[in-house]
């Protein structure tokens, strides 16, 4: 399988000196091109902070990261904001839509900051939604949605443009469980289209159902293991 993410000894530590916080702590991490991947762990493991790295949103204390062969360390500002922009279709826990813009207007923001055409971003948009079951919402404010909905809505917008990887963080956890195993088939659906998803959680349930798990507790990996059964 081809490489897609190489952590080697990754460290973050926040407040260094006496009272120096260890978010991550040696960690070592390879996912491979198309795999599914939950991350787990408590409040405080430290899963947060490496999604932040994964995604390119921060940047380690030390230690090595590659995305597709590049060093990200070696990246200015602007190569990892096109990196955010092209290579990874963020969905976070708190939806982050866009309050005076209906569904589809929220799906075709980003699509406009790629600088894509409006008729071609109004398709991608349409084609998106429908993905997500939500193609009749499309003129929906998030007011007049369900939680659910507006988060098939954020997982619409992060997909639109047909990133190589998703990254979901807590994607359910503000969510009721039938909705929660609503946006859990979506992202396993995205799984076996041939996309990288990685998902960022606490809950066992979810880990359950990716084909690999990655529990880190205090900053350090502790498992690393496929679960038998899942395709």
């Given at each position: ?6 952590i080697?000894?990754?460290m973050?530590i ?5 009272n120096?916080?260890?978010a991550?702590d040696g960690?070592?991490?390879t ?5 599914l991947v ?7 493991s430290?899963?947060s902070?490496?999604m932040n790295m994964i995604g390119?949103l921060?940047?380690?204390t030390?230690?090595?990261y590659?995305l597709h062969?590049k060093?990200?360390?070696k990246?200015s500002?602007n190569?990892?904001?096109?990196i ?5 279709g963020?969905i976070?826990q ?7 813009l209906d ?5 075709e923001?980003p ?6 055409e409006?008729k ?8 998106a939604?429908?993905m ?10 998030p007011?007049?949605m369900?939680?659910g ?5 954020a997982?619409?917008?992060?997909i ?16 009721d469980?039938k909705?929660?195993n ?11 289209e ?6 960022i959680?606490?809950d ?6 990716a084909?690999r798990v ?10 690393d293991?496929?679960n038998?059964?899942?395709?």
């Open positions: 399988m081809e490489e897609l993410v190489r080697r000894n990754m973050k926040y407040n260094p000196g006496e120096e916080v260890h991550l960690v070592d991490l996912i491979n091109k198309g795999e939950a991350i787990i762990g408590h409040s405080g430290g899963k902070t490496l390119a921060d940047t380690p030390s230690g090595e590659y062969g060093d990200v360390r990246l500002e190569e990892l904001s096109d955010r922009n092209q290579e990874i963020f976070f708190g939806f982050n839509l866009i309050a005076n569904a589809i207007g929220n799906v923001l699509l406009i900051y790629r600088g894509i409006k071609k971003r109004r398709k991608l948009a349409i084609h939604l429908g997500v079951g939500l193609e009749s919402r499309k003129k929906h404010k007011s007049e369900s939680g909905q507006q988060q098939r809505v997982i619409a917008r992060a639109a443009a047909r990133p190589p990887i998703i990254l979901a963080d807590e994607p359910t956890g503000n969510l469980s909705s929660s609503e946006i859990i088939d979506i992202l396993v659906g995205l799984y076996r041939g996309r990288t998803v990685i998902i959680t606490h066992d349930e979810i880990a359950a159902r084909k990655v529990r880190i507790i205090d900053g350090k990996i502790d498992a293991y496929y038998e059964g899942v395709e």
